[in-house]
């Protein structure tokens, strides 16, 4: 299977600032890799799809970049509501793998 | 609205088996791929089982094969999840999730709330 290599594992940040989270591929996955959001008790929530494509209702200020092997996923301007885990997910391969996922903390 | 629920969940015996199931609603749930994902306690996510919109095409993790047996219910929009010989290290929280075509994309982009599996 694809391992997905996500980091960091946590991170304290405060309102308004920009955050970045890394996952990296075992083998390259072209560009499917998409991102969720987490919160307790919750379904994951969709933010965005390959790689780069903003899921329909999600704000700008969630980006995401990368290509191959390498992705990052960009909260510019932290809001309350953005405090929650996130991780990544490939779609290269049946057998989809996850990142182990990153929790965003109030500094 | 789309929607994924599940049920079945429980507290389990090692050794026993359960049964989870998943209703969908809200879209035509005969023309899409589903997913079993779960997550252990403090864990990451874990792919479970895959199977395709027809129900003839079933791929399962290495953690589960031989053990789980994943099928539909085109005609009721029912996911199964027949799970035998349970572990300890099958403890988690079950999730059903539909792989969605996004401009071309597949990309799993529903999931159900998940129901929980302990077994002890």
């Not at chain 2, 994943?70 to 349970?86: A, F, I, K």
Request: proline share 3%; aromatic share 10%; hydrophobic share 35%.
């Amino acid at each position: 299977d694809i391992q997905m290599t996500q980091s960091p594992s946590s991170l304290s940040a405060s309102v308004g600032d920009s955050v970045t989270i890394t996952c990296r591929a075992s083998q390259s996955i072209t560009i499917h890799l998409n991102w969720y959001q987490q919160k307790p008790g919750k379904a994951p929530k969709l933010l965005i799809y390959a790689a780069s494509n903003l899921q329909s209702g999600v704000p700008s200020r969630f980006s995401g970049r990368g290509s191959g092997t390498d992705f990052t996923l960009t909260i510019s301007s932290l809001q309350p509501d953005d405090f929650a885990t996130y991780f990544c997910l490939q779609s290269y391969s049946i057998r989809r793998t996850f990142g182990q996922g990153t929790k965003v903390e109030v500094k | 609205q789309v929607q994924l629920v599940e049920s079945g969940g429980g507290v389990v015996q090692p050794g026993r088996s359960l049964r989870l199931s998943c209703a969908a609603s809200g879209f035509s749930f005969s023309s899409y791929v589903m997913y079993w994902l779960r997550q252990a306690p403090g864990k990451g996510l874990e792919w479970v089982a895959f199977i395709s919109s027809d129900g003839s095409n079933k791929y399962y993790a290495d953690s589960v094969k031989g053990r789980f047996t994943n099928s539909r219910d085109n005609s009721n929009n029912t996911l199964y999840l027949q799970m035998d010989s349970l572990r300890v290290e099958d403890t988690a929280l079950y999730f059903c999730a539909r792989d969605g075509l996004i401009r071309g994309h597949a990309v799993i982009d529903v999931w159900g709330q998940g129901t929980l599996v302990a077994v002890s």
